[in-house]
């Protein structure tokens, strides 16, 4: 069957195995000094593993493998102890992989008798993942936190700040000087771009950030892309490899009401 799957560049990776214990499936091994991916049956073709190779060696691609089967996933994962059935399970639900999350599930309770940990606990864990805890409210609304990986995977509801704001310290006017502004529209030899800074930006952080367009675009060029939905990286990470050039870069990570995470520059 034609299905996405990991693939791996050998020329590119350098063997830290950053991403073998972050592939919860069990589908990546150190093998003669590089990653390898050892089964198409264990690769759920999620990409977990992309975001922790630092040399961008792991992409995902569309062709002819065996479909994904989490029974032997499972077989691997219990082996391996209570922690890691729970970060999969976790990983499958963030996902909303529903129907595999089932199969795991019931892969656990038919074989409770020999696996030597806790399986209602697993059980239990995964079920309330991602759900508020009891009287966890703000401004009546209740929060539905993901628990883990894009924040996106769970609704959340929040009011916004009352603040007293000198409205004529806000200019209200827009700071964007080019279009298009999608990563896979945008041609990297345009105007706009020479001798200039680019912002690059998740494509939510917009509404996230009251102060994006005078504070962090004004006189930039502008990228956005998702880290989490958008497809076709391979040809981003393959211009890095290539880039003779060393370039400055501010990495800032802004959470979901808008609060700066961290800044630091790479």
Known sequence: MIREIVTIDEELCNGCGECVPNCHEGALQMIDGKARLISDLMCD?????????PVGAITIEKREAEAYNETKVMEIMVSKGKNTVI???????????????????????????TIDFDVSEVILTVHNYGKAAPNQTQGGHVLHHAGGGCPSSQPIAFDAPKL???????SGQS????????????????????????LLAADCVAFSLGNFHDTYLKGKGLAIACPKLDHGSDIYIQAVSQASRKIPIKAIVVGIKGEILSEEWI
């Open 45 to 53: 073709g999620l990409g977990a593993c992309i975001g922790h190779c």
């Open 87 to 113: 970060a999969h399970l976790k990983h499958l639900k963030d996902h909303g992989e529903t129907e595999f999350l089932r199969e795991g599930v019931r892969y656990l309770k038919s074989h409770e008798s």
């Open 164 to 170: 007293q704001v000198d409205s004529a310290a806000i």
């Open 175 to 198: 700071q964007l000087r080019q279009w298009p502004v999608q990563l896979h529209l945008v041609n990297p030899m345009a105007q706009y771009f020479q001798q200039a800074d680019v």
